[in-house]
């Protein structure tokens, strides 16, 4: 029975995805510019096309500040 149990949670562990870490403005902000720029965002492995980066970018200075970034996660 133990050993059930215990290749039940490691398949579990297994079968998560490689990026599990929780994805905040800080951990995408790589040189902690306080800004987000499309580059930092796929570094960060977040799967956004560039037109998704431009809605979220509502200033239009091409790069995300915390409130474009926490918004555009949100949704």
Not at 16 to 23: L, Q
Not at 35 to 64: K, N, P, Q, R
């Amino acid at each position: 029975m133990r050993f059930w149990v215990l290749a039940i949670c490691l398949a579990g562990l297994i079968s998560r995805p490689a990026f599990a870490a929780e994805v905040t403005f800080a951990t995408v902000d790589a040189d902690r510019s306080g800004l987000v720029s499309i580059e930092e965002v796929e570094a960060a492995g977040l799967d956004w096309t560039a037109e998704e980066f431009a809605a979220a970018d509502a200033d239009a200075d091409e790069y995300l500040n915390q409130e474009e970034f926490e918004a555009a996660i949100a949704q």
